[in-house]
């Protein structure tokens, strides 16, 4: 008798990243039921209508785990919710829908590119009750440990899994929410303050009642860009054609940017994937301004010489347009003069060949303080400012002024924004031999980059525009 099976998409958002991603793990799970799974607990669903309408949709708030008598998480450090107990999203599933032989579950920013109805079959024949990447870490060597105390023997291996995207059977999914149900009577009977992690409880559960298990790369032809870190963009999937999962991929946002240039984990700041060229490899894939301006300024990049100037290389090589005009080679300025001896220190940050988007390495002008600069008389130059103010223009004004004319003032413009940084181009014409940037109001101002550069049809347009 063929097995019923289901495939659960789970989200809690939509974007036109996840929209790709569910159509990729739509289009590899033919013979299952498919169900988009989304957590409504803001009260709001971002599906769009036309999918609504067609798919199975499976409203999953967490009042529902609530409602079950599950505890969520810990009182200390306050993790909990559905990235914590990544099972709960299947508990809710499986309870409503016991008819199931087979489960898989797939977080929204995986990207499939494998057979899930192969992998069901091969777990029938073999009479196998879970597929994930299993975990080999040690405990005391593993984050997670401490959440499992008071619930399993620390002395004794704590087994561990990724379960990113993962396959149950129904045997397999119903032990799993019997003893999250156990342990929540255990948490509130002994007042415990700990609450163990998805990924151990999936794992350890299995396993410890004799269940059988597969590793997720038994079906894959490489599992090479599937952790919980670094995050991917789109773009850098290596081989649409190879039989593989990849995790996380989202769009260039937040999390993009936390899990690649602030945590250390295999991002590209990490010392081994600088050493390796990963990290030049993936930023040319990526080939995006703030990329490259990020990974710039590194210390592990900015205080090699060499590694920075591979880095400027491959921005002025792969960028186009106004980009590749912002990474291109600016004037030198001397700063002591310009200033009029105000800054002891050389601004270096400020005027490097792409800006930091780190505050610390911003400059700020106090008041009264005026940049002035003397220009090229033989052709036109366009001023680049960029900073994190939105109203930065507010706080001063620049002018300029030809051999003969005075000062006059010239416009400041926004043209455009990359990530927490806006940028501004003021364009002074061809017959101008100097400039002044003058405060105006109270307050001082903060700059994260400044750059002069010989006016282009690019930066003509985005002052003008």
Known sequence: MKKKTAVLFKCHNWDSVIQRSYERCKRHSNKSDFYIVYDSTKGVVEIPEHIQKTENIFLAPYLAVENLGLAWGTEVGNYGGYWYNGDYHQNLFIINNPDYDYICSVENDVVVLNDFDHIFEDMDSRNIDAVYKHVGAENHAWAHSGSCEGYYDLSQHIHKGLFCISFFSRKAALLILKRRLEMSVLKREKGLLTWPIGEAVMSHEIISAGMRTEELAHYCDSLRQYDWAPVYLEKEIINETEKTFIHPVTEMNEKFIVSNFVQDYHCMISEEEISNGISRHRSRKI???????????????????????DVVDDARELLTGVDFDLASEGMALDWPQALGQVYSEYPERVCASLPSYDRSH????????????SLGADQAYTLILAARDPDLTSHFDVKCKGEISSFENVPVAFCQQKGELRFYAVNFPAKSNEFVV???????????????????????ALSTS
Not at 445 to 460: C, G, H, S
């Open 287 to 309: 080939n995006d301004f703030e990329a490259y301006s990020r990974l710039f300024h590194c210390p592990r990049i900015y205080n090699n010489p060499v590694l920075r100037e």
């Open 362 to 373: 911003a400059m700020f002008f106090d008041r009264e303080v005026t940049l002035q600069v």
């Open 438 to 460: 003058e405060q105006k109001g109270p307050d001082g101002f903060w700059l994260n980059f400044m750059k002069i550069l010989p006016t282009t049809d690019a930066l003509r």
